[in-house]
Nanobody, 121 residues
Framework: QVQVVESGGGLVQSGGSLRLSCSAS????????MSWYRQAPGKERELVAT????????NYADSVKGRFTVSRDNAKNTVYLQMNSLKPEDTAVYYC??????????????WGQGTQVTVSS
């Protein structure tokens, strides 16, 4: 049974920091690209950051570049999102996603349940 579980969300003041964690079980973690998405009320879910399976490539949404850092520890089956200089517009539910590309353009993908991040002004 695959489980993807986020933790570390909470309430923080503008300019503050939070570190999100996402642990995955039931998969070969080191074979999966890991991403963080977020969804604010009334808005579509958006990609925040991605780290490839070996950690060799990182990508960020323009809105978080220079403030957020994604990292992973394959020995612990965990991916992290360090969020600094938080702004009220970062308020959202943050979701962790695991994705593995298969042959013929198919993918295996799993989602966590999300963790709420609220940034007060």
């Amino acid at each position: 049974q695959v489980q993807v579980v986020e933790s570390g969300g909470g309430l923080v003041q503008s300019g503050g920091s939070l570190r999100l964690s996402c642990s995955a079980s039931g998969i070969t973690f080191s074979s999966y690209d890991m991403s963080w998405y977020r969804q604010a009320p009334g808005k579509e879910r958006e990609l925040v950051a991605t780290i490839t399976s070996d950690g060799g490539s990182l990508n960020y949404a323009d809105s978080v570049k220079g403030r957020f850092t994604v990292s992973r520890d394959n020995a612990k089956n965990t991916v992290y999102l360090q969020m600094n200089s938080l702004k009220p517009e970062d308020t959202a539910v943050y979701y962790c996603n695991a994705l593995k590309r298969l042959a013929f353009s198919q993918v295996l993908t799993y989602w966590g349940q999300g963790t709420q991040v609220t940034v007060s002004s």
